[in-house]
């Protein structure tokens, strides 16, 4: 049994215009016990919304439209938000966000914040025996434990405070991560030493699984083993990291890897190739394919007809051309 489903999630914004903007269509997926589940697409394709789905955490004017997803079978979708921040944040499902510096209270130090996350989820634990166990978690995880827990985060290097994150995001030890885009605000010899934490923490059995979510897919290629590539609300092409970064098949998947500088063996001679146009406007109908205006070769019905992912060459894409 997959250890994580989401099937066939439709997620909306309400405006206060009542207006709704279906800013996740249809996304499915499956991902079994100790894999590493990257999804990439540019800012606005819905991937940060993606995320709170997955996690069943739905605050206005974010609403659920339909669909399901589980954890170990078990369904995270029409509980109270305070039932999904005391059983499903932390314990099931734990988020590693983007922002370091505005997920941490900047008037109180790294070990009141990190117990206020324990003691949230564990009434009536005691201060002193909390404060030893984060002691004993940031040693176990290679972080000077009583400098950086008795610090401010102003503090703390921008790379340290990201480090403080994944650290208190997996405190309660949570069957699977989503780590929405952990290094964009980072240099790479930073990202390189924050990626490498991650994949330490995995390694010792924190936790078993993980969705990596950034919008540089040459960066995928070393985290990640299954990629999906999402545009406008949807995915448009799923398969293996060497099938997706090597032979992508889908024009969006093809058209994001020529807009990207990469340091790869053979790549980084070529210059970067923007993607003429805008993404759809998600409050109006579409009625055919969502790239199809910006498609260098889409075709009368790509515009007039919706295409379905399907399979292709061993991967899933959506795309009735992509042979």
Same mark, same amino acid.
């Given at each position: 049994m997959p250890i994580f489903e989401v099937d066939n999630l439709h997620l909306h914004y309400l405006t206060r215009f009542k207006d709704r903007i279906h800013a996740v269509s249809g996304v499915s997926f499956a991902m079994e016990k100790g894999e590493v589940f990257g999804i990439a697409g540019e800012s606005g394709c819905g991937k940060s919304t993606l995320v709170n789905g997955c996690m069943g955490l739905f605050i206005p004017p974010l609403y659920p439209t339909s669909g399901e997803v589980r954890v170990a079978g078990e369904s995270i979708m029409g509980r109270t938000p305070d039932d999904v921040r005391r059983n499903v944040l932390g314990r099931k499902v734990a988020m590693i966000p983007q922002g370091a510096f505005n997920s941490l209270n900047?008037?109180?130090k790294i070990k009141d914040l990190a117990a206020d996350m324990i003691a949230s989820h564990e009434n009536g634990a005691n201060r002193s025996e909390i404060y030893e166990r984060l002691r004993e978690r940031f040693a176990r995880i290679g972080m000077q434990a009583d400098t950086v827990l008795n610090a401010f985060p102003i503090?703390?290097?921008?790379?340290?405070?990201?480090?403080?994150v994944i650290a208190i995001s997996t405190l309660l030890d949570p069957q699977m991560v989503i780590a929405d885009e952990p290094t964009s605000a980072l240099d790479v010899t930073t990202q390189k030493s924050v990626i490498r934490m991650i994949f330490d923490l995995l390694d010792k059995g924190i936790f078993s699984t993980m969705i990596f979510i950034t919008h540089e897919l040459p960066l995928l290629?070393?985290?990640?083993?299954?990629?999906a590539v999402m545009y406008a609300g949807q995915f448009v092409e799923v398969g293996t990291t060497e099938q997706v970064v090597f032979d992508p098949r889908h024009p969006y998947t093809q058209a994001l890897m020529g807009a990207?500088?990469? !340091?790869?063996?053979g790549q980084k001679q070529k210059k970067p190739v923007a993607i003429e146009g805008a993404p759809p406007n998600l409050a109006l109908p579409i009625h055919g394919c969502r790239f199809a205006?910006?498609?260098?070769? !889409?075709? !009368?019905?790509c515009v007039s007809t919706e295409q379905e992912i399907r399979t292709v060459a061993g991967r899933e894409v959506r795309c009735a051309y992509a042979e």
């Open positions: 900047p008037t109180r503090e703390l290097t921008a790379g340290m405070r990201q480090r403080c290629r070393h985290v990640a083993g299954r990629i990207m500088l990469s !340091a790869e063996p205006e910006r498609c260098p070769v !889409a075709r !009368a019905d």
